[in-house]
């Protein structure tokens, strides 16, 4: 049942909700605040703090650690072994070159260990910063039991207002024997690296973590079964970067689909179908590589009349509001607006939902300008429209491609497969989009990422001056 608003009234169930002295009904704790958000990264404290400061009552509920996916599982730590990867890679390279042999090699439990000082004291430290801002977080899965209302344990919510943005989670591949993959989050705390590993798809974790595996010695697998893999990422970097990771001595197997997984003694096998016979591929840890769907399959949406779009996100209106249910808004992976599962954009769509809580519906989100990274060494990142994309929209445009191999700026530091595309449209001199693979590629992206965004020139870059000799100074011959 709910708190009387007459004998309750939100200056006392504000004092309650800080307090902790909330009365229960028929056992079961029944709380009533402004709003309740789901999840605790980075849309989820954006709306969180924003909200709270603007004096709401907030209640944030995780079932996962407090901070998210990018500061516990994700970006923060994996781009920490990238670095150590990336230190041992450059030092490789440049033995012969003023470094002597022997190179360093890298030691996978003093990684791991570092990796672990900066995601152990996280949660504890959110879930402190969440408290003393007076906002509620809670540990616990939530479920809806009405329009506006949730179940947390023994506890019932009810918001005037709920915000969606629980992250995601891997894919459900539903082949026999899923239950032996083991996830990037398991990865990521793995206290020994196995002497073989398979990853199960050839996207951005795949690449990813097969580079550093390579070059902590293990013997490593990628099994794509489409034709290419980084499929959003211009078709010929990403063949310069599989050679790159072959040249790691990965086991690179395009149009190769994963149709089951089996123990056999110590072994996990992933049995495989490729262009033309079965296969097997024996490993002692099969990595699931295959893509994340948004965690809210449990949450009982349908109770709450929250619909959902056909590729499994939350359906909202271009305020990032549920088109069936308004008291709901979702941000971040429940979305994946634009079809970037990235935080920058997850915290830019909190920042507009949280505006548009406390204003009115007055902001949306613009996905142009986005830009995005393969943290491999060296990086692939990509900008704007790819040639294909520019073409199907109509657009007249010149591109600029450049095997960037022999350029200064890769021959310093030894870097064998780099390159470059930009298309600058006819007529305007406008950036439409660039597409780099090479040192500070996913520095230098920011750069063209602005000109997309903000409308800049070819010829307003052109026109620059840059630091040299620097990787930006390199922009007036990408253009």
Request: aromatic content about 6%; charged content about 20%; overall charge negative.
């Amino acid at each position: 049942m709910l708190l009387d608003e007459n004998l309750f009234s939100r200056q006392r169930r504000r004092h309650a909700f800080a307090h902790g002295t909330l009365p229960r009904a028929l056992g079961v704790l029944t709380l009533t605040v402004d709003l309740i958000v789901l999840g605790s990264g980075a849309a989820a404290q954006s709306v969180a703090y924003t909200c709270r400061e603007a004096g709401w009552s907030v209640t944030v509920v995780d079932s996962d650690p407090f901070g998210g996916t990018c500061s516990l599982r994700g970006c923060d730590p994996k781009k920490v072994l990238v670095g150590v990867s990336e230190l041992v890679d450059w030092t490789r390279r440049m033995t012969g070159k003023g470094i002597s042999s022997p190179p360093p090699t890298l030691v996978w439990e003093d990684m791991i260990r570092f990796k672990r000082t900066f995601v152990d004291d996280v949660p504890a430290s959110n879930e402190r910063s969440l408290q003393e801002a007076g906002i509620r977080a809670i540990q616990g899965r939530a479920h809806f039991v009405g329009p506006a209302t949730l179940e947390v344990g023994d506890e019932t919510l009810v918001g005037r207002h709920l915000v969606i943005s629980a992250g995601a989670r891997h894919a459900p591949l539903a082949i026999p024997g899923e239950e032996h993959l083991t996830t990037s989050t398991e990865f990521l705390d793995l206290e020994q690296l196995p002497r073989r590993v398979a990853f199960v798809g050839g996207g951005y974790i795949a690449f990813e973590f097969a580079q550093i595996a390579a070059r902590a010695g293990a013997e490593v697998s990628i099994l794509h079964r489409g034709d290419r893999p980084l499929e959003r990422f211009d078709a010929d970097l990403v063949a310069q970067l599989v050679q790159i990771t072959r040249d790691l001595g990965v086991d690179v197997r395009l149009r190769t689909t994963v149709t089951a997984i089996e123990r056999r003694g110590n072994e996990l096998i992933a049995h495989a179908r490729g262009a033309e016979e079965m296969t097997e591929v024996a490993a002692e840890l099969v990595v699931h590589a295959a893509g994340r769907v948004p965690e809210i399959d449990d949450l009982r949406l349908d109770v709450a009349g929250i619909e959902r779009t056909e590729t499994g996100g939350i359906a909202v209106n271009e305020y990032l509001q549920s088109v069936s249910n308004p008291a709901v808004y979702a941000a971040g992976d429940a979305v994946a607006s634009g079809g970037f599962l990235l935080t920058p954009v997850a915290g830019m769509q909190g920042r507009i939902v949280a505006t548009n809580l406390l204003t009115g519906n007055t902001r949306t989100p613009t996905y142009e300008g986005i830009p995005t990274v393969v943290f491999t060494t060296p990086p692939l990142a990509a900008v704007g429209l790819d040639e294909e994309t520019a073409r199907a929209q109509g657009l007249s445009f010149t591109t600029h491609q450049e095997d960037t191999s022999n350029w200064y700026s890769s021959r310093r530091v030894a870097l064998g497969h780099t390159g470059v595309k930009t298309l600058v449209e006819d007529g305007t001199d406008r950036i439409l989009g660039a597409h780099l693979l090479g040192i500070h590629a996913e520095e230098i992206v920011n750069i063209f990422a602005l000109a997309v965004r903000t409308g800049l020139t070819a010829r307003d870059l052109k026109e620059m001056v840059f630091t040299y000799p620097t990787s930006a100074y390199d922009i007036r011959y990408m253009i």
